[in-house]
């Protein structure tokens, strides 16, 4: 280790900043002049940001027709971060991601064979295990990429071996080999995509730094319900020009792409836009040339368990690592701090580990002469994922930032993406796991992005585990009015949307004890199954208290005919319903998919209630704000943290609320009454849950939450009461055949398709989407969501479905496994998945009959980590025991689980058990 030694020492003499350091790593630049313009007055759309993203939004603009673009930038084109980089391209990711790198491959292949000199190579990677569970993983995703095109090879420790010579394979158990990977010099497609862009008509203005981002609002703004006009609304909100270091232009679109800078430019104007960047600090590390390298062409290495990667770079080595604690930037420091951007001994340490892990991964390293160290800061965002899209407080004010760490692996996609949409008016596809619009104010708190700083960067390699896989950073940023009752009772949270819910409970959890934690994970049984099992049965058999505070919530009002018109334009289910009623819709999009999947409850003939999916709350309240009638008939307000909901599920639960209230509480299902509830008066109480079983959801005025969530507890004791937490309810859900949010109900999917055209109206005058639903449906549909009934699975030992196998139907592939649960009323495990006629997916579209699903002759498996397990198919939900408030049908009779007095007995012998 005297090398690093070495290292250390020279850190404290030499600091090299990273533009020097970058000569001797990116060759040959310059090789296409980018004409410099003078700022013009105006210009259809500006871009803030020259590097490689703005450069690919601006050449894919021009690629649609679009010629009036300037890109302006505070420093030099092609001169940002983005340039420097791994330049690895890798195609083993999931679906969604992966066409997007697809397309950068094939973008950057077909501008080499253009004649432009991108150093675009495809050398291929290599995947490594060091860990039983990291095969699995890798076994996992191979046999859910391979049927989809993705070229991968599981590999053991001798063909590794024989790929790449240079690796130690004495503690590596495997790896999987992806032949059509690639390598790009980054800072060249940059330039290039520059240059296209400029050919093109796109102007390009250097020293050229944002000061301001205008914007007017509508001369007739909408309002909300208090009369206040709505600023935060992008169609009373639109950009109307910059005003920038060297002069004022005026616009009809801005794009913002400034990398690590996007979230302090957001706040550059009026009515600031949310981009939640968290700059980290990223490193790269090269080595002076290596003769054993010159003229051979080896794969690049990922080294996930030691949080790595090592790739060739010409006759040397580049060594990067996403660190299990990264070092958060600020921004703040850029201009302030003279030393802001060298590099310094604390870096050294930093990195000293993943240093040592490259040279025992790759021995040679430990003879070969380093080159340089050298800090990009990279934006990173708070779920590791891209942030695309139209912002919801500004029309026209679109963003294409947070690269996590490799522009170059998405800019030919992403700029292709936001172009689309910038072009189309709307997305392009399914982009829901990229929107801006999937985070709210409280991800922009730039404490919060600090902190998720540090973890985000190392889950881009870190072994995700179902179920369990959470942040530990930046956590306890929203929390229901019973959060802390809840952890005192043994709550297991998780994160979602910013709150904290709790995943299970764990019922040996006492108050003096420290908060409960999720165990390690598992890709088979997870150690709480008991628990799931126990809270499930609660709620078939007893009574649950399942805290559903996430969940979004909104209110509807206008005078009484605009209100019922604007809910029958967005939902395509029928919403004039009598006061009281409750209805479940969907809102569709013009193609029919999802936009959202809600409940409204008719509080007055003027007014609904809207509950929607946590994920939901920023993005469909700005569909619905776009499409408000222009009179201000109609007002929309978000009341998500205006009450707490506590759905109280079971058999026992009529009894329950009746001697907690005083009052009769048989109600039909789908319907609401305000009752009182000990001191707390106005509760909505909702004869809907949303686990499917018999009971109420209780909508409480925050303030009142904690008492009556005690009295719940207290009286409830006598009915067997027990704490439920989300993972019950989605395995009751998944056994009842109820599809989820973002996971089968999707922009991309329809009723048609999800078997949820009970819930659409098509004798209505008009909803939006009612078109395409009718065409879908009258031509077939390419694509139907089913559940699958694993046979000869044995849940104690198997490695479980989790989401992402491939389906096939008589050894053809026909689809994917979308979620998975442990049915224990059906006695096995059961999945949702799409599938489609192997007709349709080898470009042939035919239509997905039920003959074909229901075909007795056909054989159905899933693939599962390279195991064919046996699975039956089923079009509707299964026949399950019906539960009601009275108890359980009289035909049924239980052939494994008891009344809940048995259950809490069972708790106590496992108890005993323990301590002996």
Request: proline share 6%.
């Amino acid at each position: 280790m005297g090398q690093l030694r070495h290292l250390a020492l020279l850190s404290r003499v030499s600091k090299v900043s990273p533009k020097v350091m970058s000569a001797s790593v990116m060759s040959h630049r310059n090789q296409h002049t980018i004409a410099q313009s003078p700022l013009p007055s105006h210009a259809q759309v500006v871009i803030a940001g020259a590097g490689m993203i703005g450069n690919s939004v601006a050449y894919h603009l021009v690629q649609r027709g679009w010629s009036d673009i300037v890109i302006i930038d505070k420093g030099n084109v092609a001169d940002g971060t983005s340039k420097y980089g791994s330049g690895m391209l890798g195609l083993f990711r999931p679906q969604h991601e992966r066409k997007i790198v697809q397309y950068c491959i094939d973008l950057y292949q077909s501008l080499q064979e253009q004649g432009y000199d991108l150093g675009l190579e495809h050398c291929g990677s290599v995947n490594l295990a060091a860990t039983q569970d990291r095969l699995i993983s890798l076994q996992r995703r191979a046999s859910g990429y391979r049927p989809t095109g993705v070229e991968c090879h599981l590999v053991g420790p001798k063909e590794i071996s024989d790929l790449h010579p240079h690796i130690n394979t004495d503690d590596i158990l495997g790896g999987v080999w992806i032949p059509k990977d690639a390598c790009v010099n980054a800072g060249k497609v940059s330039e290039v995509l520059a240059f296209l862009a400029s050919q093109g008509g796109a102007k390009f203005v250097s020293g050229c730094g944002v000061r301001k981002v205008l914007t007017k609002r509508s001369s007739n703004p909408i309002a909300d319900l208090t009369g206040q006009p709505m600023h935060h609304l992008s169609k009373n909100v639109k950009v109307t020009g910059v005003d920038t270091d060297i002069g004022h232009i005026s616009c009809e679109y801005f794009v913002n792409t400034a990398g690590i800078w996007a979230k302090e430019i957001g706040r550059m104007m009026d009515t600031p836009v949310r981009i939640p960047i968290c700059p980290a600090e990223h490193f790269f590390m090269t080595f002076k040339p290596t003769p054993e390298l010159e003229n051979t062409k080896l794969p690049n290495v990922r080294d996930y368990d030691s949080q790595l990667y090592v790739r060739q770079f010409g006759s040397s080595y580049m060594m990067g690592a996403f660190e299990t604690l990264a070092r958060p930037w600020d921004v703040t420091k850029h201009g302030i701090d003279p030393d802001w951007n060298q590099i310094k001994e604390e870096h050294w340490i930093h990195f000293e580990p993943y240093i040592r892990a490259a040279m025992h991964r790759l021995p040679i390293l430990k003879e070969t002469q380093y080159d340089f160290l050298l800090n990009t800061p990279d934006a990173f965002t708070p779920d590791g994922r891209w942030i695309l899209g139209e912002t919801p407080e500004v029309g026209n004010y679109f963003v294409c930032a947070g690269m996590n760490g490799n522009s170059l692996q998405g800019a030919g996609g992403v700029g292709k993406a936001v172009a689309d949409w910038i072009v189309k008016g709307y997305p392009p596809g399914d982009m829901l796991q990229f929107e801006v619009q999937r985070f709210t104010s409280l991800h922009n708190n730039s404490r919060f992005l600090s902190e998720r700083a540090k973890e985000v960067v190392g889950k881009h390699y870190q072994l995700e585990y179902p179920l369990v896989s959470e942040f530990k950073y930046g956590r306890k940023i929203r929390s229901s009015s019973i959060y802390s009752e809840c952890e005192a009772r043994g709550a297991v949270f998780g994160e979602k949307m910013g709150w904290e819910r709790a995943l299970y409970f764990d019922p040996y959890h006492h108050r003096e004890d420290p908060p409960a934690e999720l165990p390690p994970g598992s890709f088979g049984k997870p150690d709480f199954f008991d628990h799931i099992e126990d809270e499930y049965l609660v709620c078939r058999e007893g009574v649950g208290l399942i805290d559903m505070s996430s969940f979004a919530k909104f209110i509807v009002r206008g005078d009484r005919d605009s209100v019922v018109k604007y809910l029958q334009m967005l939902c395509s289910n029928d919403v004039n319903i009598p006061v009281g009623g409750i209805i479940p819709t969907g809102m569709q999009n013009e193609g029919g998919g999802y936009e959202n999947d809600c409940l409204l409850i008719r509080r007055d003939f003027n007014s609904f209630f809207m509950v929607s999916p946590t994920q939901q709350q920023t993005r469909i309240l700005e569909w619905m704000e776009n499409h408000l009638p222009e009179d201000n008939s109609v007002g929309l307000q978000d009341v998500t943290s205006m009450y707490t909901v506590l759905s109280i599920a079971g058999p026992k639960s009529k009894d329950l609320m009746e001697e907690l209230s005083g009052e009769d509480m048989t109600m039909h299902p789908f319907t609401y009454k305000e009752v009182n509830v000990g001191y707390a008066s106005g509760v909505m109480v909702m004869a809907v849950t949303n686990t499917g079983e018999p009971g109420y959801s209780l909508y409480i005025p925050s303030e009142f939450a904690l008492q009556i969530y005690d009295n719940l507890m207290k009286v409830g004791r006598d009915y067997g009461i027990r704490n439920v937490g989300h993972m019950a309810m989605r395995f009751l859900r998944i056994e009842k055949f109820i599809p989820f949010w973002a996971e089968e109900l999707t922009s991309v999917t329809t009723p048609n398709e999800v078997n949820r055209t009970f819930k659409v109206k098509f004798d209505k005058e008009y909803f939006i989407g009612k078109d395409a639903l009718l065409k879908q449906k009258k031509e077939g549909v390419y694509k139907r969501l089913v559940q699958f009934h694993l046979e000869d699975f044995d849940k104690d030992e198997d490695i479980w479905p989790w989401g992402g196998e491939a389906v096939y139907r008589n050894g053809e592939f026909v689809g994917f496994v979308t979620s998975t649960a442990y049915g224990f009323t059906l006695h096995k495990m059961v999945a949702l998945g799409f599938v489609q006629h192997p007709l349709t997916l080898g470009g042939e579209k035919t239509p997905v009959e039920a003959n074909w699903i229901a075909d007795r002759s056909a054989t159905w498996t899933i693939d599962i980590a390279g195991k064919m397990c046996p699975v039956t198919v089923h079009l509707h939900p299964p026949k399950m025991p019906i539960i009601t408030q009275g108890g359980t049908d009289a035909d049924f009779k239980p052939k494994k689980h008891y009344p809940n007095v048995q259950l809490l007995k069972k708790i106590k012998e496992r108890e005993f058990k323990t301590s002996q």
